[in-house]
């Protein structure tokens, strides 16, 4: 069996879905997908002439070329790493189909029957702790026994309607860049987790993501000022560049800190992972090299006791394919769910329905993925009209 061609199709989800398909000359084809952003779709096409003749079995071989081939070694991060797990994968898928054996078979078999998955919910509509406790309950009924709230930009008097630049005032934002966080800001917060941890009880798993916000020593304030709810996790504290920061946040953080989706492959994880600068890794499968490599830096942090929680805002393809490696994993914990809001999300594959079911997804049985694309609700929603499989 050889690699006959690679094709994309991006999808307007509440994301963009990069799907991949890989396509053999023994006409079998198997889907993937890419998290996300600016030249992904085009890295795939790059690939190409890196996949095309090749066996798609010789899965960790092809992202060993394809890393070489396009970054070349030591500069591996960013869309090249994000188009590489995408095609990556789509193999899996293919070869699970080959051999007739879902993918978790392929990657030494399965420590589950299911994988626990939580809610990302944004934020309430309004910043008060009656929206943000409406929005949790909204979770909890769905049968989700996990949630998780975004607690940065959310104080109007600070960052304003449009929050990139609050222009003329004193403080210029952009994400990525820290800030201190004023008192104001800090007990308006502290009011918003308070009132969706009354609203939820205290058996909910709760996890708040401040999106690489702040400087060490004001995210040090924010852990300890949030130690009484008894929360999950506290997300992305500091920017991602300096593991060293996040170490001081999480050496002083009662708080478990939890950090990763902007780190690639498992040589971008192993400083965070070896100096222990974090409490939970949280890599992007689809985005961080794909199930193999989540795999082994699942492993790597398994040497340090570390559990792994998955980053993931994926179509149902990309997060069915990270549900395949979270089942390998024997320090999986949970899994993100990015979609509540997009009411189609359900409508876009074949397979079980709904996908998730009581905050869980039920491992398949079938060959490969064991869901399909329902290529008619996906045609239906593409980015552009001629970027289905083009
Ligand atoms: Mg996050």
Known sequence: ?????????????????ILVRVYSDAGLTGLGECYWGAGVEAAVHRLRPFLIGEDPQNVDWLYQKMIQGLSGAGSMGGAVVAAISGVELALW?????????????????????????????????????????????QAVARGFSAVKFDIDRIDPA??????????????????????G???????????????????????????????????????IRLAQALEPFRLAWLEDPTPPDNVEAL????????????????????????QIITTQAVDIVQPDIPRTGGLLEAKKIADLADIYYIPFAAHNVSSPIGT??????????????????????????????????????DGNIALPEGPGL???????????????????FA
């Open 181 to 219: 966080i004023s008192n104001k800001e800090l007990d308006l917060i502290v009011s918003l987790v308070g009132g969706v941890r009354d609203a939820v009880g205290p058996y909910v798993d709760l996890a708040v993501d401040c999106h690489w916000s702040y400087f060490p020593r004001d995210a």
């Open 320 to 357: 069915m394919a990270a549900c395949h490696a979270c089942a390998s994993m024997r320090n999986f914990a949970v899994l993100e769910f990015h979609g509540q809001d997009v009411a189609w999300w359900d409508d876009l594959f074949i397979g079980q329905h709904p996908l998730i079911r």
């Open 93 to 137: 898928d293919l070869k699970g189909r080959a051999l007739d054996t879902p993918i978790y078979n392929l990657l030494g078999g399965r420590f589950r029957d299911r994988i626990r998955v939580y809610a990302d919910c944004g934020r309430g509509e309004e910043p008060t702790p009656e929206s943000w406790a409406a929005r949790a309950l």
């Open 247 to 270: 170490k001081r946040v999480t050496d002083h953080s009662a708080v478990p800190i939890c950090s990763g989706e902007s780190h690639y492959t498992r040589h971008g994880f192993r």
């Open 158 to 179: 600070r960052f304003g309607e449009a929050h990139h630049v609050s222009a003329g005032s004193r403080l210029i934002w952009m994400q990525g860049q820290p800030h």
């Open 370 to 388: 064991g869901i399909d694309l329902n290529e008619d609700v996906a045609r239906q929603h593409l980015r552009d009209s001629a970027s289905f």
């Open 1 to 17: 069996m050889r690699i006959s061609d690679v094709r994309t199709a991006a999808i307007g989800g509440n994301f963009e879905w």
